[in-house]
């Protein structure tokens, strides 16, 4: 009877050990971010495109240092060196408690793939492109945030609102501080394997207190001759279409966007740094767009980043947009936007945070029926579909962020 009971243990402890080992070889973390505020801005337009009848608003704000959200990643050791991975991440308002887009459940992130610290990552879902992921450490969200401190109407797609879906992402591993990526996203679309496809390339180099990357990505609208966004368009900011505001209103239509772009940064001390950005992008026209002729803006940018005490840091930045002449524009549209961050840490997962922006737009550009208007001002992406009436806009908000 002992010679069992201690058979039985040994059997118990052996399967305890083996459970315990398989349980070190996988992890599952739930994690998320809640962030709410008040912000006010000192004109918005009674409609997007509208150059006249805007009011001053103030409101609760959301997600604006980092948007709210919840998820799930993990990865699973396959042995060799080889992990599974996946991460689900919902994005939701947390001064209403909605989704923050309507009807995708895991609208920031939703994907799968293989991890190797020798070969690479590959995955596959909805995720970032190459192009974002890999020049994002140095874009001017980063201190700004995306929604006060992105380019103007996030023109560039620098900050994170765009995301891709059916993506096949790969990114290599490090080499000499060199990082490689590539992404394509395939638009389903029957008789045509190009339309609604989108895909980038990206490159990035870290050595010491210097860092630079340079990508390109192109967006494919899945409507043949351009025109409404079909559902198979893969990049989108909401639904299937990519972001829309103020300065390409005119060009929505397009029958695809290019973007090239680098950035860069420097660290002189722990407690100061700076980062640069310079991004083309171009709308191309199609038989049914509301214009004629390739649309191009070129942004310029920098941000300066001083950690004034382990719990303060305060940062600003200024960044320029210039509009070609096309399409009957003879004044090219321009935006000067300046921005300020303030953010105090209460805790490591806990802090207060304001920000100041102001923008001024010059010169013409298209509205949505293809017309020539005055250029008015929108800042950052989070004054995307509430711009400016007029040439001049200022924002201001505050809030705090906890992370979990």
Do not use: C
Not at 3 to 12: D, E, N
Not at 213 to 223: H, I, M, P
Not at 305 to 319: E, Q
């Amino acid at each position: 009877m002992n010679k069992r009971v201690l058979k039985l243990s040994a059997l118990a402890l052996a399967a305890g050990l083996a459970a315990g080992a398989a349980q070190a070889q996988t992890s599952v973390t739930l994690y998320g971010i809640v962030d709410t505020g008040i912000g006010y801005q000192s004109n918005q337009a009674p409609a997007l495109g509208a150059t006249s009848g805007g009011k001053a608003a103030t409101r609760m704000i959301n997600g604006i240092w980092s948007g709210s959200r919840f998820g799930f990643k993990g990865s699973e050791d396959l042995g060799g060196g080889t992990k599974a991975v996946f991460q689900l991440e919902e994005g939701f308002n947390s001064a209403t408690g909605g989704q923050s887009v309507n009807g995708l459940a895991f609208n920031r992130q939703a994907y799968v793939g293989l991890s190797n610290a020798r070969y690479g990552t590959l995955t596959l879902g909805r995720q970032y492109t190459s192009f974002y992921t890999l020049l994002s450490p140095w874009s001017p969200t980063t201190w700004l945030t995306g929604a006060f401190g992105a380019h103007p109407g996030d023109i560039d797609s620098l900050d994170t609102n765009y995301r891709s879906n059916n993506s096949i992402v790969y990114t290599s591993p490090t080499f000499s501080g060199l990082t490689l990526s590539g992404s394509y996203s395939m638009g389903g679309e029957a008789g045509s394997f190009n339309a609604g496809s989108t895909w980038s390339a990206a490159a990035q180099y870290k050595n010491g207190p210097l860092g630079i990357a340079a990508g390109f990505q192109r967006v494919n609208n899945s409507t043949e001759g351009g025109g409404a966004w079909g559902s198979f368009s893969t990049v989108s900011n909401n639904g299937s279409q990519p972001a829309v505001s103020a300065l390409n209103n005119g060009y929505q239509l397009a029958q695809a966007q290019q973007r090239i772009a680098v950035t860069g940064g420097w660290q002189f001390t722990p407690s100061l740094d700076v980062s640069v950005s310079y991004s083309n992008v171009q709308y191309i026209p199609g038989v049914n767009s509301k214009f004629a002729s390739e649309a191009v803006f070129n942004t310029y940018g920098a941000v300066l980043h001083w950690k004034a005490t382990s719990a303060l840091d305060l940062a600003g930045g200024y960044s320029y947009t210039k509009a070609s002449k096309a399409n009957g524009v003879t004044d090219g549209a321009q935006y000067h936007q300046f921005v300020l961050s303030q953010y105090y840490s209460l805790s490591k997962r806990t802090a207060f945070y304001v920000l100041e922006a102001f923008t001024r737009a010059n010169g013409q550009t298209l509205n949505a029926a293809g017309g020539v208007i005055n250029a008015t001002a929108t800042i950052g992406d989070g004054f995307n579909g509430t711009p400016s009436a007029s040439r001049n806009l200022f924002a201001a908000g505050a809030g705090i962020v906890h992370r979990f």
